[in-house]
Nanobody
Framework: QVQLVAFGGGLVQAGGSLRLSCAAS????????IGWFRQAPGKEREFVAG????????YYADSVKGRFTISRDNAKNTVYLQMNSLTPEDTAVYFC?????????????????WGQGTQVTVSS
């Protein structure tokens, strides 16, 4: 079992950057694939980025490819999401989630553990 806490959100102007963190408790963190999802008001939760347990493989939604970078530090039980060139369309609550998969899934239902979410607001 793993508990996740997402933080680092905030208000930023378009074109700016934020780094989200997902801190985990539990000694088995390094065995989990981690995904970042986001949910804007009135919209379904969508996959943003994912990283395999070892960190060797990363996955991105087309909408963030080239702007967002996911990484992990298993020694610190933390996954990061560096977000650059933010646009108002990136405004959402961002969640991190953990899954016992060999690679990241784009489907939220495949992730068993979820953090509480952190708000990202991008002003134009």
């Amino acid at each position: 079992q793993v508990q996740l806490v997402a933080f680092g959100g905030g208000l930023v102007q378009a074109g700016g950057s934020l780094r989200l963190s997902c801190a985990a408790s539990g000694r088995t963190f390094s065995s989990y694939t981690i995904g970042w999802f986001r949910q804007a008001p009135g919209k379904e939760r969508e996959f943003v980025a994912g990283i395999s347990a070892s960190g060797a493989n990363t996955y991105y939604a087309d909408s963030v490819k080239g702007r967002f970078t996911i990484s992990r530090d298993n020694a610190k039980n933390t996954v990061y999401l560096q977000m650059n060139s933010l646009t108002p369309e990136d405004t959402a609550v961002y969640f991190c989630a953990a899954a016992t998969l060999s690679s990241a899934s784009y489907y939220a239902y495949e992730y068993r553990y979820w953090g509480q979410g952190t708000q990202v607001t991008v002003s134009s």
